[in-house]
């Protein structure tokens, strides 16, 4: 079956007579041979010689014809005819594949794609099978040929499905096929078990779907997690920048309340006398009342600031705006207090 007819035909070959016939298999009860017809190429299936005139092997392959010739189906191989060839004897004229077999196919180690579509031909083959009420029985790799052209699949030796359907309806339970199937192509069944072949397809689909939505789902995630650590960082800092403000508007109400100490002093209307101790002693208990105030604002403003840490902007502006507010009171002011000297 592994040997390809791609020489040009000539018209001798159209010949009605069986040509070429050659034995490609010998088993046990039956002889396997390739022969021509028509320029076309077949298997002939024949019954081995000593058990060619027991009765019952002669009704085992009427029955395996009787099977095979109602089995249309483009991915098993079709059955034509019973015939009696002379020198090979009473044959089933089957499909000749130009392949070879699922294990061959295999270490050739297909692409996933590949392998995925042979597996769902051989669903369509075997749940056209189930449909009719049949189970394959013998699914193996050598029962499974894979074309050359195309890399399509033929199902292939129908003899144990012959004899079951007539002799045990009862057995044909599709799990026999499933399961062998499962141990052939393993890696494209979802865990669980499967009573049918729709049933095998559904879990398929739904694995197919989940592993579709997995890369969305990873997706979603990642992106709401960015958003949510944005969200933190962004609240944070937002709430940094509120407390600064909040810090701001008290720096600014002690600055406001200093101004008015200030002016105070300075509006009284008392002069100094630099030549007068007592002038002087006074001078000295004004200033002193104007530091002790200085001195309570800066302990409020090292106080506030600690609410930062070292080396954190907000710190660092927070004391740049209490320091500058301090020089613009002092540039307006202090002069005005030296002024009360006289």
Same mark, same amino acid.
């Given at each position: 079956?592994?040997?390809? *007819?791609?020489?040009?035909?000539?018209?001798?070959?159209? *010949?009605?007579?069986?040509?070429?016939?050659? /034995?490609?298999?010998?088993?046990?009860?039956?002889?396997?041979?390739?022969?021509?017809?028509?320029?076309?190429?077949?298997?002939?299936?024949?019954?081995?010689?000593?058990?060619? =005139?027991?009765?019952?092997?002669?009704?085992?392959?009427? %029955?395996?014809? %009787?099977?095979?010739?109602?089995?249309?189906?483009?991915?098993?191989?079709?059955?034509?005819?019973?015939?009696?060839?002379?020198?090979?004897?009473?044959?089933?004229?089957?499909?000749?594949?130009?392949?070879?077999?699922?294990?061959?196919?295999?270490?050739?180690?297909?692409?996933?794609?590949?392998?995925?579509?042979?597996?769902?031909?051989?669903?369509?083959?075997?749940?056209?099978?189930?449909?009719?009420?049949?189970?394959?029985?013998?699914?193996? +790799?050598?029962?499974?040929?894979?074309?050359?052209?195309?890399?399509?699949?033929?199902?292939?030796?129908?003899?144990?499905? +012959?004899?079951?359907?007539?002799?045990?309806?009862? =057995?044909?339970?599709?799990?026999?096929?499933? %399961?062998?199937?499962?141990?052939?192509?393993?890696?494209?069944?979802?865990?669980?078990?499967?009573?049918?072949?729709?049933?095998?397809?559904?879990?398929?689909?739904?694995?197919?779907?989940?592993?579709?939505?997995?890369?969305?789902?990873?997706?979603?995630? /990642?992106? *709401? =997690?960015?958003?949510?650590?944005?969200?933190?960082?962004?609240?944070?800092?937002?709430?940094?920048?509120?407390?600064?403000? %909040?810090?701001?508007?008290?720096?600014?109400?002690?600055? +406001?309340?200093?101004?008015?100490?200030?002016?105070?002093?300075?509006?009284?209307?008392?002069?100094?006398?630099?030549?007068?101790?007592?002038?002087?002693?006074?001078?000295?208990?004004?200033?002193?009342?104007?530091?002790?105030?200085?001195?309570?604002?800066?302990?409020?403003?090292?106080?506030?600031?600690?609410?930062?840490?070292?080396?954190?902007?907000?710190?660092?502006?927070?004391?740049?705006?209490?320091?500058?507010?301090?020089?613009?009171?002092?540039?307006?002011?202090?002069?005005? /207090?030296?002024?009360?000297?006289?």
């Amino acid at each position: 079956m592994n040997e390809s *007819s791609s020489a040009f035909i000539v018209p001798t070959d159209f *010949s009605s007579e069986w040509r070429d016939i050659t /034995l490609v298999q010998e088993r046990t009860h039956s002889l396997v041979y390739t022969a021509t017809r028509y320029g076309r190429r077949y298997i002939l299936k024949a019954i081995a010689p000593a058990y060619a =005139s027991l009765t019952d092997h002669q009704l085992q392959q009427e %029955q395996e014809f %009787q099977l095979g010739i109602q089995l249309v189906h483009p991915n098993i191989a079709a059955t034509y005819s019973l015939e009696t060839i002379d020198g090979v004897g009473r044959c089933i004229v089957q499909e000749w594949i130009d392949g070879v077999t699922l294990g061959e196919w295999l270490q050739t180690k297909p692409t996933k794609g590949a392998q995925e579509r042979v597996f769902e031909q051989l669903l369509d083959a075997l749940e056209y099978l189930h449909g009719l009420q049949l189970v394959h029985h013998d699914l193996k +790799a050598d029962n499974i040929l894979i074309t050359r052209n195309g890399a399509n699949v033929k199902l292939i030796d129908f003899g144990l499905s +012959a004899v079951d359907a007539i002799l045990s309806p009862v =057995s044909n339970n599709p799990q026999t096929d499933i %399961q062998a199937l499962r141990r052939l192509l393993p890696s494209f069944f979802p865990a669980g078990q499967f009573d049918t072949i729709p049933a095998l397809r559904k879990a398929i689909l739904r694995r197919k779907r989940i592993a579709q939505m997995l890369p969305v789902l990873f997706s979603i995630i /990642l992106l *709401s =997690s960015a958003a949510f650590f944005f969200y933190l960082a962004w609240h944070e800092r937002y709430a940094e920048q509120q407390r600064f403000e %909040q810090m701001t508007r008290v720096v600014d109400t002690h600055i +406001a309340q200093e101004r008015e100490l200030i002016m105070e002093l300075v509006n009284r209307p008392d002069s100094f006398d630099r030549h007068s101790s007592a002038d002087m002693m006074a001078f000295a208990a004004y200033l002193s009342e104007y530091t002790q105030m200085r001195q309570r604002q800066w302990e409020i403003r090292d106080s506030l600031v600690e609410t930062y840490p070292e080396n954190d902007v907000l710190r660092e502006q927070f004391f740049t705006r209490w320091g500058h507010k301090e020089l613009e009171l002092d540039k307006e002011f202090y002069p005005q /207090l030296l002024g009360k000297q006289k």
